[in-house]
Each structure stands twice: as C-alpha cells, then as structure tokens.
T-cell receptor
Framework: GDSVTQMEGPVTLSEEAFLTINCTYT??????LFWYVQYPGEGLQLLLK?????DKGSNKGFEATYRKETTSFHLEKGSVQVSDSAVYFC??????????FGTGTRLQVFP | DAGVIQSPRHEVTEMGQEVTLRCKPI?????LFWYRQTMMRGLELLIY????????DSGMPEDRFSAKMPNASFSTLKIQPSEPRDSAVYFC???????????FGPGTRLTVL
C-alpha cells in the first residue's frame, strides 16, 4: 500500500548548520507531498507542499523538491535556528480524503 | 480567523470513567479528522467525516471509542469506559473540499490513571 518513510531521529545540530531530513514514498500514482511541523505542545501545521513532479515547496527557509525518479521529498534548510527545534512529518495524499504520515523526525538545534 | 478549537486541552481521569473530547472545525471546512498520537504508535487516524457523515472509522481501536458530528461546527470523540492505554494526545483536524491541506487543532492531552 501507499506509505511514507522518514529518517529516524533525533537529528541534533548546532545553530546555523545545514539540515536535511530524508523522506521517501511508495504510491501507486502521483501523490501530493507535504511537510508538516509540530512544535512542542502544539498541533501539526503545514510547512510546505508540492503537488507534482519537480515542484519545489518552500517556506520559512525550508525547501523540498518533489523527485518522481527517486520517489523522494527531502526537507532542507541552509541554516537552522534554535527555534526550528520540532518534530517534522512527511506526508502524502493520493486520490483519497486522507493523509498518510511518516513516523516523524525530531530535530534538536543547540546554540 | 479562528483555527480548529479543541477542548479540553488537558484531561485527567480514572480508569472506567467516560471521557468526551470536543472539536470545532474551521468554518466552511467540510472534512473533519480525529487523530491519536502516542510515542509508541505515532500519529494514527481514528475516523473522519465529510459533511457530518462518518466516512472511514477503520482506525477506531475498539467499541469503547465513538465519534459523532451532529452539525458542521461540532464533533465529539467519546471513550467509555476509559483505560490507561488510552492515554495519548488526541488531535482534531479539518479541511475544505477544495484543498488537501489539513489544519490541526492544539490537541487534548488525555491521561487515564
């Protein structure tokens, strides 16, 4: 079935380091892809999305490119801040009403 | 605009008691989703509604769980009787029919002693 696989965390970085969180998907068609972020004590909120191959989603310095050939949607940021510490979820939507989420990756950024 | 509203934010109860969680979706959204989040199982979809009608309840763990949506602006998730293994954060999310982006509420942290 359709699924999302994320790298296990936690990812621990120093402030201003480069961030990559890997996400790959399995789907029978061409899904829409999402990154959601969950800050401590809060609900999930949409960070960025892409709806077709080669689209790049971007927001708050984060970027992710929809790669059909590698079925990937890796999240990147050039310079992380302490305030980026959160759990990041990759998700897909394909011909249904539902989102399929990955297991989440915890990011910890230290000053 | 107000986002998704959930109440209560925290609930502590004893095993065997009835628990009712409440959700008010964003006005105009016609889909509503209930999720449960635990360390062990991650984020699980329990049930979702479209136009107040339950569409898929395959994620509801057992008969102790029930959900209703009596109108477009209100939904409840009820657990009766509650058990310690029900302790989790329960999220409600909504979306409009024109988009696939879901908007989450702040969650209800349930602790069953």
């Amino acid at each position: 079935g359709d699924s999302v696989t994320q790298m296990e965390g936690p990812v621990t970085l120093s402030e201003e380091a480069f961030l990559t969180i890997n996400c790959t998907y399995t789907a029978t068609g061409y899904p829409s892809l999402f990154w959601y972020v969950q800050y401590p004590g809060e609900g999930l909120q949409l960070l960025l999305k892409a709806t077709k191959a080669d689209d790049k989603g971007s927001n708050k310095g984060f970027e992710a490119t929809y790669r059909k050939e590698t079925t990937s949607f890796h999240l990147e940021k050039g310079s992380v801040q302490v305030s980026d510490s959160a759990v990041y979820f990759c998700a897909l939507s394909l011909y249904t009403d539902k989102l399929i989420f990955g297991t989440g990756t915890r990011l910890q950024v230290f000053p | 605009d107000a986002g998704v509203i959930q109440s209560p934010r925290h609930e502590v109860t004893e095993m065997g008691q009835e628990v009712t969680l409440r959700c008010k979706p964003i006005s105009g959204h016609d889909y509503l989703f209930w999720y449960r989040q635990t360390m062990m199982r991650g984020l699980e979809l329990l049930i979702y509604f479209n136009n107040n009608v339950p569409i898929d309840d395959s994620g509801m763990p057992e008969d102790r769980f029930s959900a209703k949506m009596p109108n477009a602006s209100f939904s409840t998730l009820k657990i009766q009787p509650s058990e310690p293994r029900d302790s989790a954060v329960y999220f409600c999310a909504s979306r409009g029919g024109w988009t696939d982006t879901q908007y989450f509420g702040p969650g209800t942290r349930l602790t069953v002693l």
